[in-house]
DNA sequence: ATAAAATGCTACCAGTTTGTAGTATTTAGC
DNA sequence: GCTAAATACTACAAACTGGTAGCATTTTAT
């Protein structure tokens, strides 16, 4: 029901950056608005470029921009990312298959409930949260 | 969006002693249907008579039942026992506070549906579990 | 060339969660 | 009383997450 801190970063990360969408943002400059421990912040950092999402520059005057569109990077994108693939909830009781006889009261209710907040947000852009 | 496995064992154990409701449970005989690792089921057993759910009788013949009736038992209880219920849905962004200057256009979708999620399961008993 | 400013990489540390092992304690049945 | 069957307790191991530290590498400005 909570995403990881490592998710959680993500999102300010590129949420904040997508506010100037096409300036070189500098791990030293994310780290005076965003206040996340600086090591780990360049650690995200690597990885969301890794992930596609942006593009490092190195050197003097390097730093950080988008890689794509950000009304083209959708949140659960993000959220697969950084939390694997396979956050998407199956079983509230965390069988892979239902192990049960016949399925629970809970199943319908449980899986409507997720479906309507992986559609929330794998229909969200960057570009969207913005755009208040 | 994922329980811990503590607490999708404990539901598991708690659903599949209420299909038995007034009978007495054994960690042994649990172990040989759930297949839960044999030595933290037996934590987690004690742990779920801490906290008021079942009750032990210690001893040959012993076991665990019910301290209450599963009509009374809300599987919100028994996810804040097992987690904690600090996970009140906030900010999906991990703000305590809002941090931006205006709320962005996440935080209605966000508590709204999480609020649909906690609703369901402090509605949800474990004897409607059952009830299909 | 050299120094400075930036990212990349590797290794380690601490806390939490999950799982294992062994022993102690309680109680029923004989 | 003694033994067997059950839960209770304690300590430890393994894996994961979050965080820290230091050095390597790349590039620009001078
Ligand atoms: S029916 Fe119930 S136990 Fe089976 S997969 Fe669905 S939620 Fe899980
Ligand atoms: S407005 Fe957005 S950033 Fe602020 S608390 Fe709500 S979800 Fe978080």
Redesign the pocket.
Same mark, same amino acid.
């Given at each position: 029901m909570k995403f990881? /801190? %490592? %998710?959680e +970063?993500s999102l300010r990360i590129l949420s904040h950056m997508s506010l100037n969408e096409n300036e070189l943002?500098?791990?030293?400059g994310l780290y005076e608005h965003l206040k996340?421990? /600086? /090591? +780990?912040l360049? *650690?995200i950092? %690597?990885d969301l470029? *890794?992930s596609g999402f942006i593009q490092?520059?190195? #050197? *003097?005057?390097? #730093?950080?921009s988008f890689a794509r569109s950000i009304d083209k990077i959708y949140l659960s994108e993000i959220i697969n990312a950084t939390e #694997?693939f396979d956050w998407t909830p199956k079983c509230m009781f965390g069988f892979g298959e239902c192990a049960l006889d016949s399925p629970c009261k809970m199943h319908d209710l449980w899986v409507d409930a997720n479906q309507s907040m992986l559609t929330m947000l794998s229909s969200t852009t960057l570009a969207d949260l913005k755009s208040k």
């Open positions: 990881s /801190k %490592t %998710t +970063y943002h500098s791990a030293e996340i421990p /600086k /090591k +780990y360049q *650690r950092l %690597t470029a *890794r490092s520059i190195r #050197g *003097r005057n390097g #730093g950080f #694997g």
